[in-house]
């Protein structure tokens, strides 16, 4: 018989203090993506001097191109065709799927910088504030419906919406090609609207724990939906536990667990927060295949760490890493903006370095 559910102080768990092997594996991904943003700004620095660059384009970095990855998904279902504009985005979009059919949404709580960032901006709140200020049920119900109705749409807009036709156009076209340079200059020529925006958004995750991940993130909610099939789940063994509520305060994705066996909701992130602070052994634990094979830290960040290094590993091996944008095509585009074919492809270097001299010259000092 289940035993009622009655809230009770919180007590200690078993957590070991210091930095959490999660922590660690955040830590980690967050200094490989900043080192691939750092190159990558160098890249496009040196493509703006007009010299070849001596760096490579690390292409990692379109990992920040969700949209690009999705037009082309489609593009290779209804084709077969694995296009090479941006293919890594491609395969790093599919790794990060296949995570969630495992560890559920444990890419956001182990890999994703803005994961971390959530962490830390929600801790500030504390040395701000005496008392949380937490959002009613009803609103966190409305905002949760956010992140899925944004990623709703884009799949609905991409899968039913665009012929196939139209997919290709989008993934030769200018705006495509060089989405990674945009998406660089969203950052470096930030405007007045992205910079309000973004400020909003650091306001709200410091008030509201988690606001980004929680209520707007659409690769969040993607990741969501697909670790519903997940294998691994959180299983909570009532005969162990002895319903302390220390698991559901500190959950971030506020999952009712005390009144659960397994979890299948869309929120976990697999962080194992849960399993870290309950005081019972065995009262609750991340497990695959309903029970069987337990996944403790260790295991979680081996199974991420596969996934990733053996994916970019075998993308690599078979072609389908590196673009096919040549570095010429780069440079036209950082110099010249949208007139790319004002320049012709093979043009003497000489004559293109005294052409963009004119253009500096002609160019407004800077304020
Ligand atoms: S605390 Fe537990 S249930 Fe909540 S998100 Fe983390 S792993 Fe999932
Ligand atoms: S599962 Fe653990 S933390 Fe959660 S209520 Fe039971 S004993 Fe407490």
């Given at each position: ?9 919180t ?14 594996v ?13 190159k ?15 760096l490579?384009?690390?292409?990692g ?12 998904l489609k ?19 599919l790794?990060?799927?296949?995570t ?8 956001c ?7 971390l960032v959530?962490?830390?901006?929600a ?7 005496k ?11 409305f ?11 884009f ?23 060089f989405?990674?340079i ?11 609207t992205?910079f ?14 988690h ?5 707007l993130?659409?690769?969040g909610s993607?990741?969501g939906?697909?670790g ?16 302390c ?6 959950c971030?994705?506020?999952?009712s ?9 869309l929120?976990c992130?697999a962080?194992?927060?849960?399993v870290?602070v309950c005081?019972s ?6 497990s ?7 996944l ?19 993308a690599?091996?078979?072609g ?13 585009h950082?110099?010249?903006g ?18 963009i001299e004119?253009?500096r ?7």
């Amino acid at each position: 018989m289940t035993a009622p559910l009655i809230p009770v102080k919180t007590i200690p768990g078993r957590a070991k203090k210091g930095v959490s092997l999660r922590k660690g594996v955040q830590f980690l991904f967050l200094t490989i993506t900043l080192f691939l943003g750092i190159k990558f700004y160098l890249f496009v620095a040196q493509l703006g001097s007009g010299a070849m660059p001596t760096l490579e384009r690390p292409p990692g970095v379109e990992a920040f191109l969700p949209i690009s990855a999705l037009v082309s998904l489609k593009y290779f279902l209804f084709t077969g065709i694995f296009n090479r504009v941006h293919p890594s985005a491609l395969v790093l979009f599919l790794i990060i799927c296949a995570t969630a059919l495992v560890v559920k949404k444990g890419f956001c709580s182990w890999i994703c910088p803005l994961g971390l960032v959530s962490d830390f901006l929600a801790k500030l709140n504390g040395y701000f504030f005496k008392r949380r200020w937490d959002v009613p049920p009803w609103a966190d119900f409305f905002l949760r419906t956010l992140k899925y109705s944004v990623a709703g749409f884009f799949v609905w807009s991409i899968f039913f919406k665009m012929p196939v036709a139209a997919i290709e156009q989008f993934i030769q076209s200018p705006y495509n090609t060089f989405a990674d340079i945009k998406m660089l200059e969203f950052f470096t020529k930030i405007s007045i609207t992205s910079f309000w925006v973004i400020t909003a958004l650091l306001v709200l995750s410091v008030l509201i724990k988690h606001f980004w991940c929680r209520y707007l993130c659409p690769y969040g909610s993607i990741l969501g939906v697909l670790g519903f099939l997940s294998m691994g789940k959180i299983q909570r063994n009532n005969e162990n536990c002895i319903k302390c509520g220390n698991c559901e305060s500190v959950c971030p994705g506020k999952i009712s667990l005390m009144d659960k066996g397994r979890v299948h909701s869309l929120e976990c992130s697999a962080c194992l927060g849960c399993v870290d602070v309950c005081p019972s052994k065995n009262a609750i634990g991340f497990s695959l295949f309903s029970g069987r094979m337990i996944l403790n830290q260790k295991k979680i960040a081996l199974v991420l760490i596969v996934f990733f290094m053996g994916g970019i590993t075998i993308a690599k091996g078979t072609g389908h890493w590196q673009n096919n944008t040549s570095v010429q095509a780069y440079r036209q585009h950082v110099l010249f903006g949208r007139m790319p074919e004002r320049i012709p492809a093979k043009m003497d270097p000489e004559k293109m370095r005294r052409m963009i001299e004119k253009m500096r010259r002609q160019m407004p000092p800077p304020q």
